[in-house]
């Protein structure tokens, strides 16, 4: 399935937008994770178990995005947009949203 943040794709035709679909994840903080990560953010560098976790949750969005689009019979989803946002007690939990409109393209 083709997926892509701009509203259209160069050389194809939009021949039926579907709708509105959505893929939704959230994560809880581990408290290894959190610890590693605070010693980063005093001697600098990049925490990588972070990076892997939250590569790991947008695809799984996006994912969860793409089956939502199959179900209703498109092959493509255009404008698609990626959001974070920290929720619960004190941030304590992740969240990533994905979400685009479906579409079916002309081959």
């Known amino acids: 399935m083709l997926c892509t943040t701009t509203a259209t794709i160069e050389g194809k035709k939009i ?24 010693i980063r953010d005093i001697v600098g560098g990049r925490s990588g178990s972070y990076e892997s976790t939250l590569r790991e949750a947008r695809q799984a969005a996006v994912n969860e995005m793409m089956t939502e689009a199959q179900r209703l019979g498109a092959n493509a989803v255009v404008g698609i947009d990626i959001d974070y946002e920290t929720i619960g007690k004190a941030g304590s ?15």
């Open 15 to 38: 021949a039926e937008y579907k709708g509105l679909v959505t893929g939704e994840v959230i994560l809880g903080a581990n408290i290894f994770k959190d610890f590693l990560a605070g």
């Open 93 to 107: 939990m992740l969240m990533v949203s994905v979400s685009g409109t479906a579409v079916v393209i002309e081959s």
